[in-house]
């Protein structure tokens, strides 16, 4: 059947990369992008990082839009639905619901993504907030650049990045994990407690193991409560303790929903011209044939341009697999996983973060090689990403590191010798 409208729910970077693939696909129907937020499709991983940083006075951060609206009305011509979220889906008669508004497809691409985790009984205090959003964001920076006392409840990468830029504001961020271990399920037990030792070298307090009994304050946070009894004077508390897909709009819509919307290899749903892409989708990748869920950026803007190629085309579909990849910076160190952190060993093959302030660490499962953690290794990780890409065996990524130690090793002592 031939597709003469596609709509895409999700204005996020999947979103986008769906609407831009359909048109270099060759769609001439028409396109509607359906967006919750009143924004453009914007670039988040800066609104943890650079977002937050300081700025020279009267400067105003940069709010990421990756196309303007012109582009999207002249160069794109679709239709933006923005400022309100879809709110029902009707897989029989194809359609999808915008409040009372019922907008017909022929091909879906669903990638409405995650929301932020709340804590209970805090959404009437002001200074308490997530960070998933630009107005998330706006609310954060202008909380740091009033001098706010800063308590951070989770210590994962989002909680760690607000943390690392509050200390380079001159505050003093308290970060609470009630782990034992921040960061298990991301890197494991070893690296998740080798990653925490970055905010002791930089001097940021953190408390593992710990819970929260409650955030207290009239209209304001003014504390934030241990279960022990202890209380840490706030006036700004960032809740960085994960996600979930963003699947309530989904329920009676006969699409499979656990743990995200779930699809075959190619990002289909099982359900006639239902697609899904980027945070929201549950699919089977093919280099490790299991069901992954990322929030990742690079697997969001692949998802996104693969789920449209696919919802146009289902015919001649295409199985998307990939390496995944994601990437944080604290302080002055940047942070980059590649592959699975599933796996029997992880071993430390390069550098010592205590002494040169860079590591390489090596997981593997069975006899091969799944995934790779470094700390500023720029130059190293996309080539680990390339030998799991390959299935690469153990023996043979444990070859590759001595080759690059030897490559970098000669490189130190050409850069010793006199001129």
Known sequence: MTVEHLVVV???????????????????????????????????????????????????????????????????????????????????????????????????????????????????????????????????RTALDEKARVVVIGAGFIGSEVAASARKRGLDPVILEALPTPL??????????????????????????????????????????????TEIPADLVVVGVGAAPAVGWLAGSGLTLDNGVVCDETLFTGVDGVYAAGDIARWINPLFDRHMRLEHWTSAAEQ?????????????????????????????????????????????????????????????QGDRLVGVLTVNGQTEIMKYRGLIAKSASWSDALEFVEKRKAIRAEKTAKAAQPV
């Open 10 to 140: 999700g204005a996020s970077l999947a979103g986008l990369r769906a609407v831009e693939a359909a048109r270099k696909a060759g769609h001439a129907g028409r396109i509607t992008l359906i967006g919750a937020e009143p924004h453009l499709p914007y670039d988040r991983p800066p609104l943890s990082k650079a977002f937050l940083d300081v700025l020279p006075a009267g400067e105003l951060p940069d709010r990421n839009v990756f196309r303007e609206e012109q582009v999207f009305s002249n160069e794109l011509d679709v239709d933006l639905v923005l400022g309100a979220p879809a709110t029902a889906l009707d897989t029989e008669r194809k359609l999808v619901f915008v409040g009372e508004r019922a907008i017909g497809y022929d091909a879906l691409v669903i990638a409405t993504g995650a929301d932020a985790r709340r804590l209970p009984a805090t959404d009437h205090l002001a200074g308490v907030h997530t960070l998933r959003t630009l107005d998330d964001a706006v609310a954060v």
């Open 184 to 229: 298990v399920r991301a890197v494991g037990q070893q690296m998740g407690a080798a990653l925490a030792s970055l905010h002791a070298r930089n001097g940021t307090e953190l408390r593992c193991g710990v819970g929260v009994a409650s955030i207290d304050g009239t209209t304001r946070v003014e504390r934030v409560v241990l279960e022990d009894g």
């Open 304 to 364: 996104g341009a693969a789920a449209a190629r696919n919802a146009l085309d289902p015919a001649n579909a295409k199985p998307y697999s990939t390496v995944p990849y994601f990437w944080s910076d604290w302080y002055d160190s940047r942070i980059q996983f590649v592959g699975s952190p599933i796996g029997d060993e992880v071993l430390v093959v390069d550098g010592d973060l205590a002494e040169d302030g860079r590591v390489v660490a090596l997981y593997r």
